[in-house]
C-alpha cells in the first residue's frame, strides 16, 4: 500500500517549541482547531501530548489532508479527528466553534486574503479570552530578523508574488480590527517567532 504521509523536516525542529507555548497558555481541555495543517506532523504529535483535547486538523490542499489522515492512521489516538477541507480565505468554515486555534506556517506561503480570513474565521468561532497561535517566519518594524529570512522572503515572491515574510505590526494591525489583542511575542528555533493572540474577556 502506498505510503501518503508527507515529512516536513521543520516540524520535528519547532513542534515542542510550540507544544510548550499551547501547554502554558491554552486552555487545559477543548477543540483545538489546526489551520493549515501541511502534512499532519504537528497534529498529531500534539494529539499525542495533549489528550484532554480533541486536535481537528485542517488543510485546503488534498493532497495534504490525505498525508494528515496517513499519520492520524498510523498514530492510533482517539483524540485528533479526521482532516477536513477549510481554507481560511473562504466566509463559511466547517468548524463552527473551537476553544482555540494554531496556524503554523501559513502566513508566508498564502495570499494576504488568507490571513484576513484566518482572524476573521477566528474570531466567529473562538469564545472570549480563547488563544490564537501562530508560527512562522516575520519582519519586524520593516525589517527581517535575519539575513537567512531575507534570503527566504525573496525566494517566496519569486515562487508567487503574493507570498512572503509578513510584517508583525501589520499581521497585528489586521488581527485588532478583528477584536484581538495585542500579541505576545516569543522567540522560536530558526529565526522564527511565535504570535500569541486573545479574543478579549466580555467579546
Not at 498529531?44 to 494528515?68: C, G, M, T, W
Amino acid at each position: 500500500m502506498e505510503d501518503l504521509r508527507l515529512h516536513a523536516p521543520a516540524a520535528l525542529r519547532n513542534r515542542d517549541a510550540i507544544l510548550d507555548i499551547v501547554q502554558a497558555h491554552f486552555p487545559a481541555t477543548g477543540l483545538i482547531l489546526e489551520i493549515a495543517s501541511g502534512s499532519g506532523e504537528h497534529c498529531v504529535h500534539f494529539a499525542e501530548k495533549l489528550r484532554n483535547h480533541a486536535i481537528q486538523p485542517s488543510d485546503p490542499s488534498p493532497r495534504a489532508r490525505a498525508s494528515i489522515d496517513a499519520w492520524i492512521a498510523t498514530a492510533g489516538l482517539p483524540n485528533v479527528k479526521a482532516a477536513i477541507d477549510l481554507d481560511s480565505s473562504h466566509r463559511d468554515w466547517p468548524v463552527k466553534a473551537a476553544s482555540a486555534i494554531i496556524c503554523i506556517n501559513m502566513i508566508h506561503i498564502s495570499p494576504w486574503s488568507a490571513t484576513e480570513g484566518l482572524f476573521a474565521g477566528a474570531a466567529r468561532i473562538l469564545p472570549p479570552g480563547a488563544p490564537l497561535l501562530l508560527y512562522g517566519p516575520y519582519k519586524r518594524d520593516g525589517a527581517h530578523t535575519s539575513k537567512s529570512n531575507e534570503d527566504f522572503d525573496r525566494a517566496l515572491r519569486h515562487e508567487n508574488p503574493e507570498w512572503g515574510v509578513r510584517d508583525l505590526e501589520r499581521v497585528a494591525e489586521i488581527a485588532g480590527l478583528k477584536g484581538f489583542s495585542a500579541p505576545a511575542v516569543f522567540e522560536m528555533p530558526a529565526n522564527n517567532l511565535t504570535l500569541l493572540f486573545h479574543l478579549p474577556q466580555g467579546g
